[in-house]
């Protein structure tokens, strides 16, 4: 069973340009998280989707937003992007979501704003 | 959510056995503890899962006393493949509803020769 997979891997842009991520959960998964990590910040949740729905959503401003695909990818932008959004943003894939499930992530995508 | 502390950091030696604990005093009834293991420029990795008493996989022990404001992961016989960041968790167990896991500062485990 393939795993979660992220791409790209690594990403440089400049500040004001927009960006955007991609994730392919599991086979069969259907809840797709993001994260976002600094060194500062550490894990934080951005937001969650579920059957191409957002279901929950973490404290980041307008500027960062995502969506979910029929076939339960999901893709996540970050317009007007900021030095402080540089970071490892990780995708999450689950069953169906809730605690008790095992969250599987992906390697994740460094993304360095210059 | 629960809000959990561990320590920062912990060094071992190979061979050793290894138990972080995590204090969780608002824990709810339904919730549950996950810890996750994560690799410099990786995503976290599932370890083990509990709610009460011990559970025990391939990988680790999770120890979680009566009251269920802590626990204890332990890791038998650490090699220095083990060296990562370690996070407790604590949530909700009802299936199928809006995930957000809470990540806190995790405990960096050092493992030397």
């Known amino acids: 069973k393939a795993g979660v997979t992220q791409t790209p891997r690594y990403l440089i842009k400049t500040r004001g340009q927009q960006v955007t991520l991609s994730c392919s959960p599991i086979?069969?998964?259907?809840?797709v998280s993001w994260y976002q990590q600094t060194p500062g910040q550490g894990l934080q949740f951005l937001f969650e989707?579920?059957?191409?729905?957002?279901?929950n959503k973490g404290n980041f401003p307008g500027r960062f937003s995502g969506r979910q695909f029929s076939n339960s990818r999901s893709e996540m932008n970050v317009s007007t992007l900021e030095l402080g959004d540089s970071a490892l943003y990780l995708c999450a894939s689950m069953a169906l979501g809730g605690m008790n499930t095992e969250a599987f992530f992906g390697q994740g995508t460094r993304l360095t704003v210059v | 959510l629960a809000k959990t502390t561990q320590p920062i950091s912990m060094d071992s030696y190979e061979g050793q056995e290894v138990n972080i604990t995590c204090s969780h005093n608002n824990i709810a009834t339904n919730d549950y503890i996950t810890w996750y293991q994560q690799f410099p420029s990786q995503g976290p990795r599932f370890i083990i899962q509990g709610y009460k008493t011990k559970v025990t996989n391939e990988v680790a022990s999770l120890f979680i006393p009566a009251d269920r404001k802590s626990s204890t992961l332990s890791l038998p016989r650490v090699s220095l493949s083990d060296t990562a960041v370690y996070y407790c968790l604590v949530g909700s167990r009802i299936t199928g509803t809006a995930s957000k896991l809470t990540f806190g500062t995790g405990t960096r485990l050092q493992v030397t020769l």
């Open positions: 989707y579920f059957s191409e729905t957002q279901r």
């Open positions: 086979s069969g998964h259907r809840s």
